[in-house]
Nanobody
Framework: QVQLVESGGGLVQAGGSLRLSCAASGRTFSNYAMGWFQQAPGKKREFVAGITRGGGSTYYTDSVKGRFTISRDNAKNTVYLQMNSLNPEDTAVYYC????????????????????WGQGTQVTVSS
């Protein structure tokens, strides 16, 4: 089992920034590709960003490219999502997720591909 705990959400004005963190425990963190997803009220959970187990490759949905940055620190068992230039459309609950991956595997973008999930952290962007 992998336990994931997100933190860093909150209320921010449009144009502001937040940094989400996701702390992992339970298994060898560096064996897992990690992803961030968002879920707005009434909408399905959607891929935001992903990172391979070693951190060498990152993936983003088009709407956040140039504004969000995913990173990880395998020594601290933590993955981050730096969110800049936030706008009200970014308002959602943000979840981190882990997927066991072999070296070189790309990070999937579909929620069903992930094995473990955190409880989510609310991000609200006011206009």
């Amino acid at each position: 089992q992998v336990q994931l705990v997100e933190s860093g959400g909150g209320l921010v004005q449009a144009g502001g920034s937040l940094r989400l963190s996701c702390a992992a425990s339970g298994r060898t963190f560096s064996n897992y590709a990690m992803g961030w997803f968002q879920q707005a009220p009434g909408k399905k959970r959607e891929f935001v960003a992903g990172i391979t187990r070693g951190g060498g490759s990152t993936y983003y949905t088009d709407s956040v490219k140039g504004r969000f940055t995913i990173s990880r620190d395998n020594a601290k068992n933590t993955v981050y999502l730096q969110m800049n230039s936030l706008n009200p459309e970014d308002t959602a609950v943000y979840y981190c997720a882990a997927r066991y991956a072999l070296i070189g595997n790309p990070t999937p973008t579909t929620p069903t591909a992930y094995d473990y999930w955190g409880q989510g952290t609310q991000v609200t962007v006011s206009s």
